[in-house]
């Protein structure tokens, strides 16, 4: 950061991606973030801004930052903020962020409710067309729940990384109204990760079934699931002839493409795991819309 804040930097005028790692911003006082910002200001061609690690007071200095970017498409805010997050949340709901931006990549306890906020802002577009969400736990749901009624009809490409340690105590019925995924008209991909066969099958796995059943975007092209496996017998908890049935309907209506995705114990064979997947969901496999991915934890 101190290289970049006094660097001449008009020679790198065509830089089209940044990433901004491990920086505490609170630290700069206003007259250097404002340098900072004038600073980026110069890269006139950026599309791709990823923070990973960057600390903020509240939103308003993250929008200041990509205000500066008029072509910005790529939001990636890892981000935490130094006030409680009930207040950034506040901020936010006055702070747009800019209609450029198309994909949103959120994965922090204070990027995911704050930023999902300002999505909802007075006088904001609907602009976001795919949003990568990792790390979500179930006290974001609300937040989630709110922008999917508000705006989800603009979201083309959805990813849910899910935190599932934080989904324990979770009403099945309460999980699936609070994600209203028949909302996503306009749906082409949907992922869902951070899920695991186990002998006791938490909210996420109990209910996967009913919430792809869910989905009616005319459009939906490919659904892709990811696991965790400890041993090869939870495969047999899982209620797999749900899943295939809640498939095939949606292929029926042009769902090309299903992928799961299993990373396994060590111990496990797996072309043993892929066999099993692919007997399990045989209809799909027979008609070619079958992709079955299988890594050894390494």
């Known amino acids: 950061m101190d290289a970049l804040s006094f660097s001449h930097l008009s020679c790198l005028s065509q830089v089209e991606a940044i990433q901004i790692r491990s920086v505490d911003w609170t630290a700069l006082n206003p007259t250097e973030q404002t340098k900072l910002r004038r600073r980026f200001a110069q890269f006139k061609m950026l599309k791709l801004l ?47 962020i800019p209609r450029t931006i198309e994909t949103l990549e959120l994965g922090t306890d204070d990027g995911i409710p704050v930023v999902l906020t300002s999505l909802l802002a007075q006088g904001a577009d609907p602009h976001v067309t795919r949003l990568n969400l990792r790390n979500l736990k179930a006290q974001h749901l609300p937040y989630l729940s709110t922008v999917v009624r508000r705006v989800g009809s603009h979201v083309r ?16 019925g309460d999980y699936i109204r609070a994600l209203k995924l028949s909302r996503l008209s306009q749906l ?9 066969f186990s002998q006791k099958l938490s909210v996420l796995e109990a209910t996967l079934p009913s919430l792809i059943s869910r989905l009616e975007s005319p459009f939906l092209r490919c659904i892709s699931t990811t696991f965790t496996l400890n041993t090869f ?34 111990d496990i064979p797996c072309e043993r795991v892929e066999n099993w997947i692919r007997g399990s969901l045989k209809d799909l496999d027979q008609n070619a819309a079958l992709n079955v991915f299988v890594h050894p934890v390494s």
Not at 74 to 80: E, M
Not at 157 to 172: K, P, Q, T
Not at 188 to 196: N, P, Y
């Open 233 to 266: 017998e939870d495969l047999e908890n899982f209620d797999w002839k749900s899943l295939q049935r809640a498939f095939k309907e949606l292929h029926f209506f042009g769902l090309k493409n299903v992928e799961v995705h299993v990373t396994a114990n060590l």
């Open 50 to 96: 990823e923070f990973d690690d960057v600390t903020f007071h509240d939103l308003r200095e993250v929008v200041h930052i990509i205000n500066s970017f008029p072509l910005l498409k790529h939001l990636s805010a890892n981000v935490c903020f130094t006030k409680y997050t009930e207040h950034a949340v506040t901020s936010a709901s006055r702070l747009p």
């Open 157 to 172: 490409h959805l990813l849910l990384g899910m935190e599932r340690a934080s989904f324990v105590n979770v009403d099945e």
């Open 188 to 196: 082409r991909t949907l992922q869902i990760e951070g899920l695991e």
